[in-house]
């Protein structure tokens, strides 16, 4: 069975950071596609970020470029988001998602097999 389990979410000023993380059950997964969506009250579930393939290529959402950073480590078959600078407009769920195919959009949410069950992250004074 495939998980993927995101944790780091939380409260946070707007200025601050956070670092979300996925742990990811099967190592296969971790050199694949792995991306992050998130999702804001009353609006459509978009694209963060992705690292795919082994050699880690990554993107971004165009708006998000400088303050997210997508990484990941191999060993703990795990994928993070470093998100500084964060303002209210970031407070959404946050989710982590694979096994993206080759060649496929990484910010098509329908690419993707496996969700984990969300983190939520606020931005607020």
């Known amino acids: 069975q495939v998980q993927l389990v995101e944790s780091g979410g939380g409260l946070v000023q707007p200025g601050g950071s956070l670092r979300l993380s996925c742990a990811i059950s099967r190592f296969a997964l971790v050199s694949s596609g792995i991306a992050w969506f998130r999702q804001a009250p009353g609006k459509a579930r978009e694209g963060v970020s992705c690292i795919r393939g082994r050699g880690g290529s990554t993107y971004y959402a165009d708006s998000l470029k400088g303050r997210f950073t997508i990484s990941r480590d191999n060993a703990k078959n795990t994928v993070y988001l470093q998100m500084d600078s964060l303002s209210p407009e970031d407070t959404a769920v946050y989710y982590c998602?694979?096994?993206?195919?080759?060649?496929?959009?990484?910010?098509?949410?329908?690419?993707?097999?496996?969700w984990g069950q969300g983190t939520h992250v606020t931005v607020s004074s």
């Open positions: 998602a694979g096994d993206l195919p080759p060649f496929r959009r990484w910010d098509d949410s329908g690419e993707y097999e496996f």
